[in-house]
């Protein structure tokens, strides 16, 4: 077994190890396209936090909108959010509320990675339901290097659970997206991704939080082969290690299984750092996740 260190960031697109075209013939995952499902994951989590950050901020503070423990905010200051209803006036019941995150050319967000473009997302006001579906789009959205397009949904519920019985919010991600590298190869996903919050529900302080992430999806790579992505064991995301400016999935496994292959994505034991090993046809690479 070897082992190698690579970046995923804007790079990867750019580097194709020489066995990748071949593995893909032969219809085995190539360790180029199971590093491309792993950014496409950090941009789901990302996306995800912004969208369910940005719809329940309009019910924390309805006139300006604004994320209660702005010093843990999803968004840094580079993104300007604007609202329609206008931020200064309170939305009514059964309002369609529509929020547009401009990111410009280039903004960091707290995990590190680098996003330009615009998400877009709409939902009906109503502070009363325990069930709440967003839609988003992109628009000219990039991360780390990767353009993605496609309209999605998005559910917010509030539940409670065996372990969790205190009532909290469970969100489930309707993914349809396609993602195009710097290179032209274009990858598309369909599936969901479902993100819990299992502790630090219930105050304003965002950085106790920590979220439980499960879910499957289906990626049809530039190829034309499909991969079938499943959270063996459930991914957990520590709002604590924005601080250190870290990707936030520290734990739990992805399996990417085709007819003759399969690879595993290890983020690790809980530690915060921006560290994976990726297992790609019995070779493991120790690898960097994010930009």
Known sequence: MKSTKLILGFALALTILSC?????????????????????????DDVSSIVEEQEASTYSDAISGKTADLGFSKLTNCA????????????????????????????????????????????VYDPGATSHTITYSFDNFIHNG???????????????????????????????????LPSGGVYHRVG??????????????????VYEITG????????????????????KVKMSCAALNK????????????????????FGDGTCDNLAVLTVNGNSYDIVIGN
């Open 20 to 44: 990748s075209k071949q593995e893909e013939k032969n219809g085995k995952i190539s360790t180029e396209d199971a590093k491309v499902s792993a950014q496409i994951d950090a941009m789901n």
């Open 80 to 123: 300007t959010v604007t609202r329609v209803p206008a931020f200064g006036t309170a939305p009514n019941v059964g309002d369609t509320v529509t929020k547009t995150i401009d990111f410009g050319q280039s903004c960091t967000l707290d995990s590190g990675n680098v996003v330009s473009g615009i998400i877009v997302i709409t939902f």
């Open 146 to 180: 990767i353009e993605y397009d496609g309209d999605k949904t998005f559910t917010r519920t509030i539940i409670t659970t065996a372990a969790n019985p205190t009532e909290h919010p469970q969100v489930t991600m309707t993914i349809d997206v396609t993602a195009t």
């Open 192 to 209: 969901t991704r479902t993100r819990e919050i299992i502790e630090g529900f219930g105050n304003a302080i965002l950085a106790d939080n």
């Open 216 to 235: 499957s999806w289906v990626t049809t790579t530039p190829s034309g082969a499909t991969q079938n992505s499943n959270i063996t064991i459930p991914l």
């Open 247 to 266: 990707p936030l999935i520290v734990y739990g496994i992805i399996t990417i299984v085709t007819n003759n292959s399969n690879a595993s994505l290890n």
